[in-house]
């Protein structure tokens, strides 16, 4: 059985870019709710002792698995997107050969934060939008619904949940804005690092 991961930060950590409201509900409700279908679907099946990543890689594009690979993606998607941020008061920037590639894919880090932010606000409906790598290569993507780059061979840095649960109560349809409070503020770049 899966269970929901803690917090990597108090609740009200991340004000006044995310409220602990909005946490409550997106961690609490939305989160959970994944968690909860997921282990549904998978007790007493042949997914049961599997791992979310595995579950994940086995049953992508399987459309008569695409409720379990949906649940699972979105537990590990939900579970980066906490990892990749921290309290504006410990945030950090990248540095060393991870702001290299990024100086190297984008020109810059202010070119990268404008790229980052357009791809992620272009994301048509409801998904999530990454930076990844793929090789030596630092790239941009989006990806709709519970679609994660982990399916795609794509080893992910650093997220923003673009789901409408994960702004509404904050920012209501201001998108962008939510976009850019967490990137400027709250990314956790050590993280990004750990995995670069």
């Known amino acids: 059985m899966f269970t929901l991961s803690a917090l990597p930060f108090v609740s009200g950590a991340l004000e006044p870019h995310i409220s602990a409201r909005t946490l409550e509900f997106h961690h609490g409700k939305h989160h959970q709710a994944y968690l909860d279908n997921l282990n549904k679907l998978v007790t007493g099946t042949e997914w049961e002792a599997k791992s979310l990543e595995e579950i994940i890689r086995a049953t992508v594009d399987r459309s008569e698995q695409a409720a379990i690979f949906n649940n699972a993606a979105q537990v590990y998607n939900h579970n980066f997107f906490w990892l990749s941020l921290r309290p504006a008061a410990t945030a950090s920037a990248p ?6 590639a990024l100086e190297a894919s984008f020109g810059s880090l202010e070119a990268f934060y404008e790229e980052f932010k357009k791809v992620a606000v272009s994301q048509f409906g409801s998904g999530w939008a990454w930076l990844v790598k793929e090789g030596e290569t630092l790239k941009i993507i989006k990806t709709a619904n519970a679609d994660t780059p982990l399916a795609r061979g794509l080893k992910p840095l650093l997220t923003v949940d673009v789901w409408e649960h994960a702004y509404y109560l904050d920012y209501q349809n201001r998108r962008a804005d939510f976009i850019e409070a967490v990137i400027k503020n709250l990314w956790n770049w050590e993280f990004a690092q750990s995995n670069f």
Do not use: I, K, N, Y
């Open 95 to 100: 540095s060393g050969a991870l702001l290299a």
